[in-house]
T-cell receptor, first 113, second 113 residues
Framework: GNSVTQMEGPVTLSEEAFLTINCTYT??????LFWYVQYPGEGLQLLLK?????DKGSNKGFEATYRKETTSFHLEKGSVQVSDSAVYFC????????????FGQGTTLQVKP | TEVTQTPKHLVMGMTNKKSLKCEQH?????MYWYKQKAKKPPELMFVYSYEKLSINESVPSRFSPECPNSSLLNLHLHALQPEDSALYLC?????????????FGPGTRLLVL
């Protein structure tokens, strides 16, 4: 079946530290991959996406590369800010045109000044 | 890219009937309801594609979705249980092709007493 596995949190970093949040997936065919961010008390916002192998998604200093050989889509940022504190969800849509979005468990990031 | 949801908060008793409303004006033809419990990822409940229900993830009948037109999505609630207390998120996308991005609203926080 289709599934997403994220590293467990919480992840606590100091401001300006380098961030990596690991995400691996299991899927048949060619899924599309997404990172969503949820700030406290809010809905989900799309952070970035990639729809085919070797695509790199990027936004607001965050990047992730679709690696089919390792079935991974790790999220990175070179220098985090306190305002990046949130829950990050890795997700995929299977190659099935149903619209189903399958989420990982989420990783809480806390950035301290 | 905006999806709006009303109300923001809702408190209801187990015998009440209430409705959640979701609206988008992006011309999207697919709309979704998700349920999110604290510290968990969203769980898909329903998918509407071109105003027709295409997916019901075995949701109890006390939740009744309705799509009056392509911009509006309602969720009618009746005889809910305390365990139904959660954040209810609406999302929309251009279609259900797997590369499509789902855009989420801010959610309705529901408390069932």
């Amino acid at each position: 079946g289709n599934s997403v596995t994220q590293m467990e949190g919480p992840v606590t970093l100091s401001e300006e530290a380098f961030l990596t949040i690991n995400c691996t997936y299991t899927a048949t065919g060619y899924p599309s991959l997404f990172w969503y961010v949820q700030y406290p008390g809010e809905g989900l916002q799309l952070l970035l996406k990639a729809t085919k192998a070797d695509d790199k998604g990027s936004n607001k200093g965050f990047e992730a590369t679709y690696r089919k050989e390792t079935t991974s889509f790790h999220l990175e940022k070179g220098s985090v800010q306190v305002s990046d504190s949130a829950v990050y969800f890795c997700a995929l849509t299977p190659y099935s045109n149903t619209g189903k979005l399958i989420f990982g468990q989420g990783t809480t990031l806390q950035v301290k000044p | 890219t905006e999806v709006t949801q009303t109300p923001k908060h809702l408190v209801m008793g187990m015998t009440n009937k209430k409705s959640l409303k979701c609206e988008q004006h992006m011309g999207h033809r697919a709309m979704y309801w998700y349920k999110q419990k604290a510290k968990k990822p969203p769980e898909l409940m329903f998918v509407y594609s071109y105003e027709k229900l295409s997916i019901n993830e075995s949701v109890p009948s006390r939740f009744s979705p309705e799509c009056p037109n392509s911009s509006l999505l309602n969720l009618h609630l009746h005889a809910l249980q305390p365990e139904d207390s959660a954040l209810y998120l609406c999302a929309s996308s251009q279609g259900t092709v797997n590369q499509e991005t789902q855009y989420f609203g801010p959610g309705t926080r529901l408390l069932v007493l």
